[in-house]
C-alpha cells in the first residue's frame, strides 16, 4: 500500500469501528480523498426504519460535501467477512456525483486491499451530472 492509501485505510477503519450498525451487525468505513489532500470518512448508519440506513460511502460524501468539498480523487472502502465488499449499487451512483470515471477506489478487508477498481468499470455506461448539462 502506498502511504496515501494507507492513510486512507486508516480513516476508514477508524470510521467503520464507529459504525452503527444493530441491525445487520455489518459495519462498513469509507474514506475519500479530495483533489486537495483532504480525507473524509464515515460509516453505515442504520436506522429501525431500515430503509432509511445510510451507507458508510453516503456518509463520507456527506462529510465531505458538508465541508465545502466536491472532487472525489480516491475512495476506499473497508468491511469483515471473506467475501469481497465492493460498494452498493446506490453508492456507486453517488460517487459518481462528484468523481471521475478514472477515479480509483480500492475494496479492502481488515487485511488491507482486496481489489482495486476504477469507478467506470463499477458504474459502466453511466448517466451523471453533464447529461444534465452540470
Ligand atoms: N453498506 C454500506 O455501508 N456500504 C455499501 O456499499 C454496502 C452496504 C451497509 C448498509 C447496511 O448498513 C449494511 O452495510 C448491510 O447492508
Same mark, same amino acid.
Given at each position: 500500500?502506498? *502511504?496515501?492509501?494507507?492513510?486512507?485505510?486508516?480513516? =476508514?477503519?477508524?470510521?467503520?469501528?464507529?459504525?452503527? /450498525? +444493530?441491525? /445487520?451487525?455489518?459495519?462498513?468505513?469509507? !474514506?475519500? #480523498?479530495?483533489?486537495?489532500?483532504?480525507?473524509?470518512?464515515?460509516?453505515? &448508519?442504520?436506522?429501525? !426504519?431500515?430503509?432509511?440506513?445510510?451507507?458508510?460511502?453516503? /456518509?463520507? &460524501?456527506?462529510?465531505?460535501? /458538508? =465541508?465545502?468539498? #466536491?472532487?472525489? !480523487?480516491?475512495?476506499?472502502?473497508?468491511?469483515?467477512?471473506? $467475501? %469481497?465488499?465492493?460498494?452498493?449499487?446506490?453508492?456507486?451512483?453517488?460517487?459518481?456525483?462528484?468523481? *471521475? $470515471?478514472?477515479? %480509483?477506489?480500492? !475494496?479492502?478487508? +481488515?487485511?488491507?486491499?482486496? #481489489?482495486?477498481?476504477? $469507478?467506470?468499470?463499477? $458504474?459502466?455506461?453511466?448517466?451523471?451530472?453533464?447529461? %444534465?448539462?452540470?
Amino acid at each position: 500500500m502506498t *502511504p496515501e492509501q494507507q492513510a486512507l485505510f486508516d480513516a =476508514a477503519v477508524a470510521a467503520q469501528a464507529k459504525s452503527y /450498525s +444493530p441491525y /445487520s451487525k455489518f459495519k462498513v468505513g469509507a !474514506a475519500i #480523498r479530495t483533489t486537495n489532500g483532504t480525507i473524509y470518512a464515515g460509516c453505515n &448508519i442504520e436506522n429501525a !426504519a431500515y430503509p432509511q440506513g445510510t451507507c458508510a460511502e453516503a /456518509s463520507a &460524501i456527506a462529510m465531505m460535501v /458538508s =465541508a465545502g468539498e #466536491r472532487e472525489i !480523487a480516491e475512495v476506499l472502502t473497508v468491511c469483515d467477512g471473506d $467475501l %469481497l465488499g465492493t460498494c452498493c449499487g446506490g453508492c456507486r451512483q453517488k460517487l459518481r456525483e462528484f468523481a *471521475p $470515471l478514472s477515479t %480509483l477506489i480500492h !475494496a479492502c478487508g +481488515p487485511e488491507g486491499v482486496r #481489489r482495486t477498481f476504477t $469507478l467506470d468499470e463499477l $458504474l459502466p455506461f453511466s448517466f451523471g451530472p453533464e447529461h %444534465l448539462g452540470v
